[in-house]
């Protein structure tokens, strides 16, 4: 019951699926509560909450809350008491984190309060203060005898590079005192897991060891007295050390920063066991020094903890895909010379080759993604400031996270948050918006590349690099913030703007003049002091202080569905005007419709994979304690995958996938025999009945929509269309295939393709099995009715009024029309010649064994088959085969007496090989009107696309019972209720009561009836061909008809005594499947081919 | 080079141009001919699309076209709509040694008369003509040269260019003049390179607009011209060479 509930919470989340941060209104769309536990305290994706408790923070006396204008160090004694903070104590895998923002991640608690946090947070991001400790940074955990009853914790920290040293460098450590409060129980729990937690911890302080060393902080931190540590590596703390940090360090003041933080991080930890106070918060709004930066922003925006789990992956991809190509390297190296050339470092081959590593690093690890313009432009201003490691992880945080969707190839999230930018303008700043409606200017042609680029582009460097500072800090909605501000500030001048040109140029004279003072002319100093800059900020941060992240998410819940139906619209324009000419017999609307479908098997199949798949891995998570790979792609943010409109999604259906969709075009591509959920399925039976709810994709391996047939034509369909060979195709082979057969009037252009999809080596000539599978294949098409659409009333005369004068249901005359077939192929074969036929002797010889399915339990009598007199085990068959293709040249002639009779038996003969051109395979057709009629229109309608009304359930089931018609006289026949249960079957839904009956009356018909219809017409092709060796041919095929009673004996002995020998029959035919398919089958496919075989033989047992 | 005076009688509007066309087909080096009359490496990086000013002297108006360069990736394609929404004209860039920008080019079209402004005047450039052998006869020649590939304009190059200064021509003329035809596009061959119709092809833009879709000076007060200077004192960056000025448009 609980894997239901939880399918049920995660198939409601690829519907409506939430974007990374995003809090949409209603209840059921929200993200995870773990997802927001890894946003809150940026963690990575392997990171889960396993226990939380409420908990009082002590820092120890000598921590010090210092507001960032105190410079003194004085006063410390009277802070004896140190500083507390209430909030929530957090316990994941691998961190232990504190926030003051008490948001709970419990499994019993509300999605409302777990998400809380991305409500206000004045200034100190959504983890306020506290810390975000990896369990690997903690050296001692000390259970205090409290006072009260109490459960107190003493942390002691690695502060300082964890190694032996540390002892003598960092006597006393860093003590975190926390209380938790809860019940003893709850205490207990919780230290519990901490202490598992910690054990595990121990081997992870290798890579602790590795990533604090390059961290500014430590090298800042070397106690002035330590000779050795002083001659450690400055650790590299970007371009900035080389080609200078943008800006007038004087005038930013960098010293007096670095001081500041200098004072911060010896108090209160630094890198992985910095404990965040609102001094922290300060010190980042008033901008980071440059050496500290890149460290600070690591912190702050969690790329520091994907590092941390995996300090190498870096210099690993490089090396990896050393000497590879991609398109995203070559779009990149076009970039180069074109990011920050101002920055001096970007003028020499150090810098370029800095981004050119990192952006290629990132390109290998999201391929997805790859490579966007402006990422240029966003890491070359990280490198300034950080190792080329750090930038790469640090960018991947930005794509993943930060900016979800911006960078992708449809930059979804770029247009999503153009449009939250825009209504977000329209609700604060009713009048303007209205001025740049009236002046028809365009709000996002402006502001796209504030966010695309982060502001870099648009400001001065430095202010840029505020601007980051504090958006690494509190996340996203800064962007918004600063953007608003912007134009609030420029209000006035931009409501005289009524074009383009004069609003950008405004603009852009803004930004040039963010150092100037705000105030010039005041008579305050003070006020005359504040630049241009600082007001920004200020408008941005408290002006626009109710613009929280929960507003963000909000936004783009509400417009996202909007943005993306206009992305996917146009891309579908798009890429059916990039169809090519094929296309163009196909009319737009028909084109539409296969792009429709064609995308969207595409994507409910991924859909279904990967909630499989989460369930597969939730189930694994339990014997999982570190997540693999960072980068694989992480449940929840990647649920929605799959939508054109999100990015890259999978472009091309393997052989299920086009099963899928063809039974969603055709009605004789839905089987007959839907496999039953609890064999297929390893979800619990009764998830399938949430089939019925059609807004749900469904778990079973077919979704809602009928579960598709698997016949050998098409798979012949597919390779045909599988043009490049790929074994996919894709739209545009999909739209190609479908213009041979359904963009031409044309008779004999549909006669020649379906020939040439038989003619496997292309030499123009159909062999014996080649025959019988087009027989077979006429069958399986026509086997829910031909379309009597064409002409309908023309034909039904034409026919009823033809040599079959018989009257009888239009499958009757069908299946006729095909027994006529087969004789007049045989009639008007061609023998081939040895030597043609030397070369294709193994070939034949495979398709032989292919064939023996067929026709192999007619044991004295069946001319066709190739097999010995004796049913012969399947292992001998190959043998038997080969021996007989030996044998062929050694084949009496003498018995034959007549021309004709020679000629027939020759037809008959497997030694003697045969063949048919299409010449008259064209013949054949035409000599036969139902079959013309079929050429002509029937099976070119028989695939619906737009024009015409999908094929519905309640049609395939009326249709269905056709064959069954067919056979109405055999005792014991089911075909009312067959019909109406297949139906039900073909829509997915089988009614418990009445399903099971009916299902096993499907397999059993499915696996028999072809083979006997096609065995059945060999006998009468035979017989008549004994006939006319004896007779000559005086007449012409008149009399061939059998009885209606004849055909109900042979079908009741299909259904009956023959079930057994029919089950066994299709066991080597399913692993002849795997033999001849491997070359080009893929594996799944060749496993459920055998599998519904093996199912046959169980149902009737 | 201010013509602040000559534009002052006349009377003048503004007109919003977008540029589309794959990558690399030389839309931004067209614009900065336009604007600047100038041919060099662009090192400004565009993020979603350029926006440039130049002003078109017409006997009887000035026009003062409102470019939007749109950037090279191919995904930035999905943001074309939002520059190309309300333009009232648009340049449609092929490079003619490439014939599936010619292809990529009709795509643009279509999707302009799909989803832009109605009365939108579209112009069909193809670029790079000094790449052409015998730039000032090509279109003969090309005719000749390059029947083959008429019929397919998607397909690669069929014949290699025999000699690197050979002629590189890949689309016939004929062939772009034909489709440009059928959809009522001008047509036009350019060279960014050397200069060759770039004025041209604005100041037939500039006609072809027609006078009532004209909204008169956008912009209040007057402060349009110095702005629209301020623009291209930006992007050109002090190597104005005078060869090659054009008369019709007075820059
Ligand atoms: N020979 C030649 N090269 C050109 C011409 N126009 C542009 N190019 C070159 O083509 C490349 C791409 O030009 P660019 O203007 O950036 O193309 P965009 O991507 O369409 O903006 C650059 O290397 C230009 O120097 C031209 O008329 N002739
Ligand atoms: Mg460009």
Known sequence: MFNLSNLVQKAQQFIEPALPLAVPASNDQRPSKAALFRHQFRLPDSQSPLQEITAELTLSPHHSTRSSSSESTTGEKERGQGNHYVGKLHLSEQYLCFSTQGSSFLHSASLTSSSSFTGQTHGAGPAGNGFTLPLCAIRRVERLHSQSYMFALAITTWNGTPDSKAKKTAPSGQKLTIQLAGSRQQCERFCDALKRGLREGIKDVENLRAVVAECYSEYLLIDDKDEAAKEREHPDTGLGMIFRYPGNARKLRDATKIRLWKEYLRENGRSVTLVRQPTFHKLIRVGLPNRLRGEIWELTSGSFFLRLEKPSLYTETLAKFSGRNSLAIDEIEKDLNRSLPEYPGFQSEEGIGRLRRVLTAYSWTNESVGYCQAMNIVVAALLIYMSESQAFFLLSILCDRLLPGYYATTMYGTLLDQRVFESLVEKTMPILWDHLVKSDVQLSVVSLPWFLSLYINSMPLIFAFRVLDVFFLEGPKVLFQIGLAILRINGEEL?????????????????????????????????????????????????????????????????????????????????IRNLGPESKRLSVDDLGFLYDKFYAVLYERQQRAEILEQEAERKAKAERTKASAIFAPSSGDNVQRGRVALGPSPTEMDYDAFREFLAGIAKWAITDSPSSPEQENSQPSHSYFGNSNRNRPSTSPWGSGPEPADHEFMRRLFRQWDVDMTDALSLQNVVTGFAQVKGTKDIMSNISYFFELYDDDGDGRVDREGILRISEALLFLSRRGVSQSGSPAASTTDVNSGDHAEKGNPDEQFLSSVSAFIRRCFEYADPDHPSHRGDHALDSATKDMDNFAIGEDDEDEDLISLSAPTSPAPTQNKDLQTSSEDHTPLSPHDSIKSAKAKAANLALDPNKPLYITLPTFRMVILADEVLEHFFEVGFSSSFRLASTSPPSHSSTASNLT?????????????????????????????????????????????????????????????????????????????????????????????????????????????????????????????????????KVLEFER | MADSGAAAPKPSSSVKLVLLGEAAVGKSSLVMRFVNNDFQENKEPTIGAAFLTQKCNLPTRTIKFEIWDTAGQERFASLAPMYYRNAQAALVVYDITKPSSLTKAQHWVAELHRQASPGIVIALVGNKADLAAEAAAGDELGDDATEDTDAAPGAEGEEDADADNADQRRVATKTAKAYAEEEGLLFFETSAKTGKNVAEVFTAIANAIPEASLKGPRGAAGGQSSLGRQEDARVNLGSVRPEGAKEGCAC
């Open chain 1, 495 to 575: 409501l005289d703007a009524t074009d383009d040109g004069t609003f950008i140029s405004v603009l852009k004279s803004y930004f040039s003049r963010l150092d100037e003072s705000a105030h010039p002319r005041s008579d305050n100093p003070k006020l005359r002091a504040v630049t241009r800059f600082q007001e920004l900020m200020v408008v941005a941060f408290k002006e626009f202080a109710g613009i929280t992240q929960n507003t963000i998410s909000e936004q783009r819940a509400k417009h996202k569905d909007a943005v993306l139906a206009n992305i996917e619209s146009f891309t579908k324009r798009t890429s």
């Open chain 1, 962 to 1094: 056709t064959f069954s018609n067919a056979g109405k006289h055999a005792a014991g026949s089911t075909a009312g209720g067959l019909g109406g249960v297949v139906g039900g079957a073909g829509a997915g839904v089988v009614p418990p009561s009445k399903g099971l009956r009916g299902m096993l009356d499907n397999i059993v018909s499915d696996g028999m009836r072809v083979a006997a219809e096609v065995k059945r017409r060999m006998d009468e092709a035979q017989k008549e061909m004994d006939r006319e060796a004896r007779q000559g041919r005086d007449d012409e095929d008149e009399d061939d008809e059998p009885s209606p009673a004849k055909d109900a004996d042979l079908l009741e002995g299909a259904e009956t005594a023959d079930v057994e020998t029919a089950g066994k029959d299709r066991l080597p035919e399913a692993d002849l499947l795997v033999l001849t398919g491997s070359g080009s089958a893929g594996g799944g496919r060749k496993r459920s081919a055998s599998d519904a075989s093996r």
